[in-house]
């Protein structure tokens, strides 16, 4: 049988000394601009064994001690391993049931991603694709973290289009054993994991290999002969890409050395189906302050022709009292916000300033008052455009998507040794 690209792994899973509302984090990538929550994370830790003391949450990406957390990353990661805190389930998959905070269970399977099957740049052609543009500014500091690392976790989850529900939906947990079940904090819902046993693997991986037939995968998107698109990125862009990057980077310095069978090869990821009722697409909003609003907003309603004359794309902008929708008549991308996206980056690139990616209308809404800037409101985007856009015109603009609230995203639990 051909495999595709995602595989069983080596998986750790902290043991049952370990208080898992307290180990389990949510991805450091969320919350960017509330240090009240991470404060509350570290509260709720406290000295307890927790994957908080192994990430580097992004809001601290830019202190000056961002170094000496990295330092105290990597040092927590091998205490951690030589205390034994982990148990190491071999050529693993994991089958995972997440209850989100609006009571729908979202179902995902957890393995790894071979990043020789993974391209993100513009017009990939790959197995496993990224579907908004990826910042390259934004690897440099996350490699850091991965550099030295003696482990990895995820808060990748990768999509597949599975409409018949023949992968991860037809799993039977019934015999499996169960590895965790746990409450997440700060409204995150709960999670239970299960160890999937040799038959079912098996299973799966036909029916991922059943997915990726080229004449399936073409007769599904109506396509002539196009590279099969399987695994589509949903959250964790960067984090994939670092990987990938960290992994290319090591090849190059060690040309000699073979890196078939090696660590650092893979990638620990969920992937999810498409079609799961819980998976809602939702705009991410823009915050943008340490401008001045109204040459900013002065410029962009000429450069995009807004008016309240309607037409296919708009944004809502809010700025100290005034909150107006305006319609963009002046188009630069299929998209409402890659319009948008465009002029920021042009201005800030020209003007200087700051944007943020805000999960959240009542977020973004108390945030742009709470700094003095500018919100700005986008369209939700319909999940099943997705895999067809990215098929024919390539990666969206950043920050397109999110996959539901903030308070849901994954969490770390698992984790997998990179080093050798």
């Known amino acids: 049988m051909n495999r595709t690209a995602f595989h069983n792994a080596d998986i750790l899973i902290p043991n049952e000394s370990i208080d898992m509302n307290k180990w389990a984090v949510i991805a450091c990538d969320q919350y960017t601009s509330e240090p009240e929550y991470w404060d509350a994370v570290k509260n709720t830790v406290d000295v307890n064994p927790s994957s908080l003391n192994l990430i580097l949450p992004e809001i601290y990406l830019e202190n000056e001690d961002v170094e000496n957390r990295i330092n105290d990353i990597h040092e927590n990661m091998d205490k951690y391993i030589s205390e034994g805190i982990f148990t190491e389930y071999k050529n693993a998959m994991i089958y995972v049931e997440r209850i989100q905070s609006n009571g729908i269970v979202r179902k995902g399977l957890i393995g790894t991603i071979d990043l020789e099957e993974y391209d993100f740049s513009k017009g990939s052609t790959s197995q496993v694709r990224a ?18 690392a003696s482990l ?13 529900n023949t992968v991860i939906e037809s799993v039977d947990k019934s015999a499996m054993t169960k590895l965790y079940d ?23 991986d036909s029916a991922l290999s059943a997915l990726a037939k080229p004449d399936t995968f073409n007769k599904k ?25 960290f992994y290319e980077q090591l090849k190059k310095s060690n040309p000699d050395k073979d890196f078939s069978n090696h660590p650092a090869r893979y990638a620990l990821a969920e992937i999810v189906n498409l079609h ?20 900013l907003i002065s410029g962009l309603t000429e450069t995009l022709a807004l008016s309240e004359n309607e ?31 465009n002029y920021l ?26 700094h003095n800037g500018i919100a700005f409101i986008l369209p939700d985007m319909d999940k099943s455009q997705l895999f067809p856009t990215v098929i024919k015109d390539g990666a969206l603009p950043r920050k397109t998507f999110s996959m539901g609230h903030a308070d849901d995203k994954r969490f770390y639990i698992e984790a997998r040794k990179i080093s050798e």
């Open 311 to 341: 037409s296919e794309q708009w944004v809502e902008i809010i700025c100290k009292e005034e909150d107006k929708k305006l319609y963009i008549h002046n188009t630069s991308s299929n998209l409402s916000v890659g319009s948008l996206q």
């Open 182 to 204: 746990t409450e997440l904090m700060q409204n995150g819902g709960s999670i239970s994991g299960y160890l999937v046993d040799e038959a079912e693997q098996e299973r799966i």
């Open 152 to 164: 990895e976790l995820p808060h990748i989850m990768i999509l597949i289009d599975d409409p018949n």
């Open 131 to 148: 579907t908004e543009a990826t910042v390259i500014e934004r690897i440099p500091p996350r490699i850091k973290v991965r550099q030295g």
């Open 276 to 295: 799961s009722d819980a998976l809602k697409f939702e705009a991410i909003y823009r915050l943008v302050y340490d401008v001045d609003c109204n040459k």
């Open 221 to 245: 998107y109506n396509l002539t002969d196009s590279p099969v698109l399987l695994y589509a990125m949903g959250d964790g862009n960067h984090s994939l890409a670092t990987a990938k990057e």
């Open 345 to 370: 980056d042009k201005y800030i690139n020209e003007n200087g300033g700051k944007i943020d990616y805000i999960h959240g209308i009542e977020n973004v809404r108390s945030l742009a008052g709470k």
